[in-house]
């Protein structure tokens, strides 16, 4: 299976990728990499591992819908079969999930639907499962669709939450916890025991 990555930090679920695959734990590649940050991690990253790195950004194409197409047409030409995000913070556009029905998934560090949708990333989504009190948080892998964090879920796991965490600890935690769990699932579509077409 051919993997593209959008990624637009540090890139360390898209590293957990690369180094699964070429272990060969998993029989996939990932064939390119887009970031929306040409500074980022990540494009450091993917240029480390000989992956061609392409920025594609507000700021290559201030158009919205012609960015759109670029992506899509970069993973087209790629021969990619399946699109994973992995700390991409942009909106994926209608022609890109058009071009790749249930093949873009996303990781969202929480259960959803708790703790999603927009302005939920980063530290806020660990600040506000703190705030709630909750005792579980966890790890989403869910499908893409126009919404942030709404689309059908693939794979949750919890992580639990410890007396005396605080945003830093609960998010490496959890983080952590995301490298395992993004290429167990990986593994798990790879092999059809996921089928991303039969999910709602
Ligand atoms: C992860 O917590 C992921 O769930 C979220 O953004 C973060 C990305 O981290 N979508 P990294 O760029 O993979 O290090």
Redesign the pocket.
């Known amino acids: 299976m051919r993997l593209g990555i959008l990624?637009s930090?540090?890139?360390?679920?898209?590293q957990a990728i690369i180094d699964a695959t070429r272990q060969g734990e998993i029989p996939a590649e990932v064939v390119v990499v887009i970031g929306n940050n040409a500074g980022a991690m990540?494009a450091t990253r993917a240029r480390d591992a000989g992956i061609p790195f392409h920025h594609l950004s507000g700021k290559t194409h201030p158009e919205f819908a012609e960015l759109d197409t670029e992506i899509a047409s970069v993973l087209s030409d790629a021969g990619v079969d399946l699109v994973m995000l992995?700390?991409y913070m942009k909106k994926v556009g209608p022609r890109t999930i058009a071009r790749f029905p249930n093949r873009i998934v996303?990781?969202?560090?929480a259960l959803l639907p708790k703790f999603g949708g927009v302005g939920m990333?980063?530290a806020r989504v660990h600040q506000a499962v703190l705030d709630a009190g909750e005792e579980v948080t966890g790890v989403t892998v869910h499908l893409v669709d126009q919404e942030y964090d709404r689309g059908p879920i693939v794979a949750q796991c919890e992580v639990k939450v410890q007396e005396g965490d605080d945003v830093e600890t609960l998010a490496a935690r959890v983080?952590e916890r995301?490298h395992a769990f993004y290429v167990e699932t990986l593994g798990r579509i790879v092999s059809g025991e996921l089928d991303l077409d039969t999910l709602n």
């Open positions: 990624a930090h540090g890139g360390s679920n898209m990540a992995a700390g996303n990781i969202h560090p990333f980063g983080l995301e």
